[in-house]
């Protein structure tokens, strides 16, 4: 008769709190590689379990629960990092030469570093419409290569500034065009002209927000802007309504910018975001190509898209409206709102050119063209920004006046 001998219960170690996947994943990568410290600190940031007895000495590490004070909470809303005394890291790259930054104290600096860039109309491209004009017909119909190519450009176009717009379609019904015609560049982006001064970032001023901005504020930097130009009558500062919708036309909608603290989902962020709202390029039967609403109706106040194109001086729009009216049509935008001539500017030094983009008029208007300013403090470049200004049935034209 052989004795086995008798196994000690193998030891659980005790676990404080819930623990969850991240934190099991912590501990396991901090056995392999050391501590690694989180730049982000919360309640459950610190570890809170406790190593066996059983393992080596050499490789335990022991972290002691950390909780946030008041004076770190302060720390946090400003940017920083909380964490009781200077951090020993932070100390050694100081040390080494680079330099300690936060959002809320260098956020114009990193706005003005990372700005987008200005857009020459010299460069918009062509050499994708080139090499299709350079296609023979049939090559072009062949497997409706022109249209899928037209429909990709366009995503492809929109996809940093509108990367969750519903896709557009190209429709004809009418007769054998493929697409509009190859020249024609579909951009959200404002081009410049000749002798058109890039935007102005140096007196572009943002708020100090936390979170999003409150409507109702007396200190946020851009509820003063806008009431300024409009006054909601004691209904909150901003333009637009918690939905996104547009309280009132006509007047000049100042959006949050890059040197603004507030966050993403602020209310008064909408234009930016870019389109929400199904519509298509549509051929009709007697005004060539326009844009029409998608399979669902889009709300009235909704924002629909840019007048986008190029930013042209006086001058330049003179030389370009005698061509134009040679084939009767307009393409040409006078940058000259109401507000503008109040402020001193009587008349209009610059003008926005759709050639690429197109227009739709209409003596039964459903939208309405806003300017509105985002990054640019130069009042006299304005974004033009289209919004409906009454309910859009599916398959309607949208047309403005």
Same mark, same amino acid.
């Given at each position: &008769?052989?004795?086995?001998?008798?196994?000690?219960?193998?030891?659980?170690?005790?676990?404080?709190?819930?623990?969850?996947?991240?934190?099991?994943?912590?501990?396991?990568?901090?056995?392999?590689? +050391?501590?690694?410290?989180?730049?982000?600190?919360?309640?459950?940031?610190?570890?809170?379990?406790?190593?066996?007895?059983?393992?080596?000495?050499?490789?335990?590490?022991?972290?002691?629960?950390?909780?946030?004070?008041?004076?770190?909470? *302060?720390?946090?809303?400003?940017?920083?990092?909380?964490?009781?005394?200077?951090?020993?890291?932070?100390?050694?790259?100081?040390?080494? +030469?680079?330099?300690?930054?936060? @959002?809320?104290?260098?956020?114009?600096?990193?706005?003005?570093?990372?700005?987008?860039?200005?857009?020459?109309?010299?460069?918009?491209?062509?050499?994708?419409? *080139?090499?299709?004009?350079?296609?023979?017909?049939?090559?072009?119909? $062949?497997?409706?290569?022109?249209?899928?190519?037209?429909? $990709?450009?366009?995503?492809?176009?929109?996809?940093?500034?509108?990367?969750?717009?519903?896709?557009?379609?190209?429709?004809?019904?009418?007769?054998?065009?493929?697409?509009?015609?190859?020249?024609?560049?579909?951009?959200?982006? &404002? @081009?410049?002209?000749?002798?058109?001064?890039?935007?102005?970032?140096?007196?572009?001023?943002?708020?100090?927000?936390?979170?999003?901005?409150?409507? &109702?504020?007396?200190?946020?930097?851009?509820?003063?802007?806008?009431?300024?130009?409009?006054?909601?009558?004691?209904?909150?500062?901003?333009?637009?309504?918690?939905? +996104?919708?547009?309280?009132?036309?006509?007047?000049?909608?100042?959006?949050?910018? &890059?040197?603004?603290?507030?966050?993403?989902?602020?209310?008064?962020?909408?234009?930016?975001?870019?389109?929400?709202?199904?519509? $298509?390029?549509?051929?009709?039967?007697?005004?060539?190509? +326009?844009?029409?609403?998608?399979?669902?109706?889009?709300?009235?106040?909704?924002?629909?898209?840019?007048?986008?194109?190029?930013?042209?001086?006086?001058?330049?729009?003179?030389?370009?409206?005698?061509?134009?009216?040679?084939?009767?049509?307009?393409?040409?935008?006078?940058? *000259?709102? @109401?507000?503008?001539?109040?402020?001193?500017?009587?008349?209009?030094?610059?003008?926005?050119?759709?050639?690429?983009?197109?227009?739709?008029?209409?003596?039964?208007?459903?939208?309405?063209?806003? $300017?509105?300013?985002?990054?640019?403090?130069?009042?006299?470049?304005?974004?033009?920004?289209?919004?409906?200004?009454?309910?859009?049935?599916?398959?309607?034209?949208?047309?403005?006046?």
């Amino acid at each position: &008769m052989t004795l086995e001998p008798v196994r000690e219960p193998e030891q659980i170690p005790p676990v404080i709190g819930p623990r969850t996947r991240s934190q099991a994943t912590s501990e396991t990568s901090s056995l392999r590689s +050391g501590p690694r410290r989180s730049a982000r600190l919360s309640s459950t940031s610190a570890s809170s379990s406790v190593e066996p007895p059983e393992r080596p000495a050499s490789r335990t590490r022991r972290y002691e629960p950390y909780i946030r004070s008041a004076s770190d909470e *302060d720390i946090v809303s400003n940017g920083g990092i909380s964490r009781r005394g200077r951090p020993k890291y932070l100390k050694a790259f100081e040390d080494a +030469g680079f330099e300690a930054i936060s @959002w809320k104290k260098d956020r114009k600096r990193l706005a003005k570093e990372f700005a987008p860039l200005t857009q020459l109309a010299k460069d918009i491209p062509h050499d994708l419409h *080139d090499r299709l004009n350079s296609l023979s017909l049939s090559a072009r119909q $062949a497997g409706n290569m022109q249209v899928l190519i037209f429909e $990709a450009e366009i995503r492809a176009n929109t996809a940093e500034d509108e990367p969750y717009a519903p896709p557009i379609q190209i429709v004809n019904e009418v007769d054998d065009e493929l697409t509009p015609p190859l020249e024609f560049y579909y951009s959200n982006l &404002m @081009w410049h002209g000749e002798g058109v001064p890039k935007p102005d970032y140096e007196n572009l001023r943002g708020c100090d927000c936390i979170g999003p901005c409150d409507p &109702m504020s007396k200190t946020c930097a851009c509820v003063k802007r806008q009431r300024k130009y409009w006054d909601s009558g004691g209904g909150g500062g901003f333009i637009y309504d918690k939905k +996104g919708k547009l309280r009132a036309h006509e007047y000049p909608i100042f959006e949050c910018n &890059m040197n603004c603290a507030c966050s993403d989902d602020c209310t008064n962020r909408v234009v930016q975001h870019g389109r929400q709202h199904e519509i $298509a390029i549509c051929k009709t039967v007697n005004k060539g190509w +326009g844009v029409f609403a998608g399979t669902k109706k889009i709300p009235a106040n909704s924002y629909i898209g840019l007048y986008a194109g190029e930013y042209l001086t006086d001058s330049e729009t003179e030389q370009r409206g005698r061509i134009y009216n040679k084939f009767g049509r307009t393409y040409l935008f006078d940058l *000259d709102f @109401w507000f503008l001539k109040q402020g001193g500017y009587e008349n209009a030094r610059y003008c926005v050119d759709a050639y690429h983009a197109g227009n739709n008029h209409s003596c039964d208007p459903n939208c309405v063209i806003n $300017a509105c300013y985002i990054n640019e403090a130069n009042l006299e470049k304005p974004l033009l920004t289209i919004f409906t200004c009454r309910d859009v049935e599916p398959y309607e034209e949208l047309c403005f006046s």
